[in-house]
């Protein structure tokens, strides 16, 4: 199921919103949270438009500050004036998830510089409290997400010092993984190594080429990596042949920032940067996480929309129509696909997919094309996975494509060759 998304949202939004701040101190006063536009529809459908299938919300961020009315803390909602000290983000956006057909999410920061707690063996209780209260009152979670925020300065309850930790050992990350399997079996983990999803190792959304759905983590001097060593190796590429089905995950942000800033309005990427995005993640067989910030109404920015709107439509038109459908499989031998068209084709993309079921078999590849009375060479490239999508340099007319498995750990079993048409390359 995660692989199909290939696309979803993370939601940074909260106290940082409105002081203007990347990471709040935990010292910032609730009162200053107040959405009076908040829209849960509204921001889901804008995410939908985009080709986006889930949404990742940071209930809690570095700042300690819960998005929810939890019972672990008074720095929440329930003490701003948004929905008269009532509201809960949390319960609103899982809930238009649920209505528009996205799959739903949580971020929880396990670094809090608002809590008095915070490096001492207490606060793994209160940690462990809330994510029990985010995975048993909000439905299906489909993905839980950590990051790599370890500690440093803080407000920590009025101590206003800096607290380190031992990234290692502190959080006992293998206890809490056992209750979110507990309670949402079927929610994927995410962080640095794992478990079950990686980060790529950039936040610029851009994957390695290849990459390996397998990996084994490896910490930068060689020894065994933990959650936390937010610089393994080999992240970005993975490890052809690793034990570990670990998927790549890009995560990346709309705007400079990955909160909302007024200042960035006129810096949201534009649909052609979305588009080479999708290619360099989606299309070498990872996941895009797109950062979609809510501004201080409580709504996605105009700019935002009109972006991700244009985005969604190229994304869905290319891929609304195979050229290949119906085509004859002229050669339909393990290591060598030619498709024959009935008629002449022009086509500027390729998405090949493996049945992943069986684990990645392709380790080289080749594309040709019928021209002129010859095979010419298209494309070439290592892993397929889950999809590899080419985008070639311009449209190629042709009735016939030729797929050379040059190199495979077994016999290729393929779920997808096709081809497709770029649309509204010319408004990019």
Known sequence: ????????AFLHFGLNTFTDKEWGEGDEDPAVFNPTAFDADAIV????AGGLRGVILTAKHHDGFCLWPTATTEYSVKHSPWRGGKGDVVREISEA???????FGIYLSPWDRNNAQYGA????????????????????????????????????????????????????????????????????????????????????????????????????????????????????TGHRNAPNWIPAECDVSIR???????????????????????????????????NVPPD??????????????????????????????GARLARPEPMERIIELHRPAAFDVVR???????????DAFAIDAWQDGAWSPIAEGSSIGPRRVIRLNGPLSTTRVRLRIT????????????????????DL
């Open 121 to 236: 063996s207490g606060y793994l209780a209160i940690y462990r409290s809330q994510l029990r209260e985010l995975l048993t009152n909000y439905g299906p979670i489909y993905e839980v997400f950590h990051d790599g925020a370890n500690g440093g300065s803080g407000y920590y309850g009025g101590a206003r010092e800096t607290r380190r930790i031992d990234k290692r050992t502190y959080y006992d990350w293998p206890r809490t993984w056992e209750m979110v399997r507990a309670l949402q079996p079927g929610a994927v983990i995410f962080s640095d190594i794992g478990p079950d999803v990686r980060w790529i190792g950039n936040e610029s959304g851009i994957a390695g080429d290849p990459c390996w759905a397998t990996y084994a983590p490896v910490a930068e001097d060689g020894g065994p990596a933990a959650v936390g060593d937010v610089r393994t190796k080999d992240a970005a």
């Open 296 to 325: 201080r109404r409580g709504l996605i920015n105009e700019a935002d929309l009109a972006s991700l709107a244009a985005f969604g439509r190229i994304v869905r038109e290319t891929f609304s129509r195979n050229l290949a459908a």
């Open 97 to 103: 998830a649920r209505r528009h057909g996205l799959r």
């Open 352 to 362: 090949l997919r493996e049945d992943i079921r069986l684990g990645q078999r392709v």
């Open 45 to 48: 459908l804008g995410l939908k």
């Open 1 to 8: 199921m995660w692989h199909e998304l290939e696309m979803h």
């Open 407 to 426: 190199q495979a750990a077994a016999i290729p079993v393929l779920a997808e060759f096709g081809l497709y048409r770029l649309a509204g390359a010319e």
């Open 256 to 290: 400079p920032g990955w909160f909302f800033h007024a200042r960035e309005n006129s810096r949201v990427k534009t649909p052609a940067q979305l588009l080479d995005l999708y290619f360099q993640s989606v299309g070498r067989g990872a996941n895009l996480l797109l």
